[in-house]
Nanobody, 124 residues
Framework: QVQLVESGGGLVQAGGSLRLSCEAS????????MSWFRQAPGKEREFVAA????????YYADSMKGRFTISRDNSKNTGYLQMNSLKPEDTAVYYC?????????????????WGQGTQVTVSS
């Protein structure tokens, strides 16, 4: 079992930055790839970025490339999402998730563990 807890969300002006954290319980965190998703009101959950178990490979949704950076520190059982040049359309609840079977799936149903989410609001 893995439990995930996100933090770091908040209110920021357009053009600003936020760093989200995803702290995992259990020693198995380092064995799994990890992803970030987001969900805006009235919209489906959307893939943001993924990182391999070692951190050596990353993968981003096209709209996030160049602005967002995913990383992890396995010694701290924590994953991160650095978000720069934020836009009002980035407003959403952001979730971290683990898929024990694969790396980089864009399909939420493939994921086995989810955090509770953290709200990010970008004002114009």
């Amino acid at each position: 079992q893995v439990q995930l807890v996100e933090s770091g969300g908040g209110l920021v002006q357009a053009g600003g930055s936020l760093r989200l954290s995803c702290e995992a319980s259990g020693r198995t965190f380092r064995s799994y790839a990890m992803s970030w998703f987001r969900q805006a009101p009235g919209k489906e959950r959307e893939f943001v970025a993924a990182i391999s178990w070692s951190g050596g490979s990353t993968y981003y949704a096209d709209s996030m490339k160049g602005r967002f950076t995913i990383s992890r520190d396995n010694s701290k059982n924590t994953g991160y999402l650095q978000m720069n040049s934020l836009k009002p359309e980035d407003t959403a609840v952001y979730y971290c998730a683990i898929d024990v079977s694969r790396y980089g799936s864009k399909t939420p149903h493939d994921y086995d563990y989810w955090g509770q989410g953290t709200q990010v609001t970008v004002s114009s």
